[in-house]
């Protein structure tokens, strides 16, 4: 059974660092073919990818936030991580992650939810 | 990036009523994904390369299309398809549609 748990700081002020992490099961970012992504979603609002980080640690940036972000992961235990420098009030947002396996986004999180605010 | 516009915004549709949602991008790309969400809940995926009913997906849905154009449709709309559907591409950096909301009349 593959399960997906993000986990973060709530709450956070303009001009931190965000710090996220996927804890998983089911299965192992060190299996050929298989990688984590990162999905952020304000309240109301659409679907904006962030990162994907794959099984040799390869690693894809949204142009539009890549000087901002930064994706690794930790195959013994299991994790998968994300952080965004630099945060303002439009970094405000549910955050997923989501297993790929063959170009889908397959199983995600629950979401966690980030607010940036002074 | 590949700007992916998905039509109608919102919709509501009728028990029985067939649904179409349209998904066009700015450029080519070789497959859509879409995804459902149901309100307090996280993504799901419910079509892949363009046409491919993912997991537990009921046959009433379909997908189709190649190049910029791309469609999802309800054969016959159900209470429990009320939900917003997004369209998703992977040929380039990856981008999601704005999303359809699709309500129950």
């Known amino acids: 059974q593959v399960t997906l748990k993000e986990s973060g700081p709530g709450i956070l002020q303009p001009s931190q660092t965000l710090s996220l992490t996927c804890t998983f099961s089911g299965f192992s970012l060190s299996t050929y073919g298989m990688g984590v992504g990162w999905i952020r979603q304000p309240s109301g609002k659409g679907l904006e990818w962030l990162a994907n980080i794959w099984w040799d640690d390869d690693k894809y940036y949204n142009p539009s936030l890549k000087n901002r972000l930064t994706i690794s992961k930790d195959t013994s235990n299991n994790q998968a991580f994300l952080k965004i420098t630099n945060v303002d009030t439009a970094d405000t947002a549910t955050y997923y992650c989501?297993?790929?396996?063959?170009?889908?986004?397959?199983?995600w999180g629950q979401g966690v939810m980030v607010t940036v605010s002074s | 990036e590949i700007v992916l516009t998905q039509s109608p915004t919102t919709m509501a549709a009728s028990p029985g009523e067939k649904v179409t949602i349209t998904c066009r991008a700015s450029?080519?790309?070789?497959?859509m994904y879409w995804y459902q969400q149901k309100s307090g809940a996280s993504p799901k995926p419910w079509i892949y390369?363009?046409?491919k009913l993912a997991s537990g997906v009921p046959d009433r849905f379909s997908g189709s299309g190649s190049g910029t154009s791309y469609s999802f449709t309800i054969s016959s709309m159900e209470t429990e398809d009320a939900a917003t559907y997004y369209c998703?591409?992977?040929?380039?950096?990856?981008?999601f549609g704005s999303g359809t909301k699709l309500e129950i009349k």
């Open positions: 450029s080519s790309v070789s497959y």
């Open positions: 998703h591409q992977w040929s380039s950096t990856l981008t």
């Open positions: 390369e363009t046409s």
């Open positions: 989501a297993r790929i396996l063959s170009l889908r986004f397959d199983y």
